[in-house]
């Protein structure tokens, strides 16, 4: 996976606020570069310096396998959660619609410079090696 890419999803982590969350499709669709699943690897490698806890699956459940250490971070954050979070089993998740992250303008434009500078690293606007298949920010500035 080119360097560029690894920067880009990182640094659009980064931008995302206590309390707030993004999906790993709602990254690539930022980025207008890559899926889900390549987010989610970036993040697995090099995610430990971001909060890697505010992205998660489109359907609210955090990243496989940090479901404890997430939830802890969660509560700290006051993130908006759905179902029981506490007892054996814990069936929680993040609930989307309350806690999916909404840039703001200058978020925008820094997200703009982000995914500009990836498209000129990566020539032609491709994701990383790969066809993109995201779209466009659209869906967060409506």
């Not at 999803?9 to 690539?28: F, K, M, N, Q, T």
């Not at 703009?112 to 779209?135: C, F, Q, V």
């Amino acid at each position: 996976m080119r360097s560029e890419y690894v920067e880009a999803v990182l640094d659009v982590a980064a931008l995302i606020p206590p309390g707030r969350v993004l999906s790993y499709g709602d990254i690539a669709v930022l980025l207008e570069s890559g899926g889900p699943r390549q987010v989610g690897t970036v993040l697995a490698r090099y995610g430990s310096d971001v909060p890697w806890w505010r992205v998660i699956r489109a359907s609210g459940l955090p990243p496989a396998g940090h479901e404890t250490r997430a939830l802890a971070h969660y509560r700290e954050e006051k993130t908006a959660l759905r179902g029981r979070a506490s007892g054996e089993p814990a069936l929680w998740r993040v609930n989307m619609s309350a806690a999916r992250w909404e840039p703001a303008e200058a978020d925008f434009r820094a997200l703009d410079a982000t995914r500009a500078a990836l498209e000129i690293a990566l020539g032609s606007g491709r994701g990383p090696g790969l066809d993109s298949a995201a779209g466009s920010a659209s869906w967060l500035r409506e």
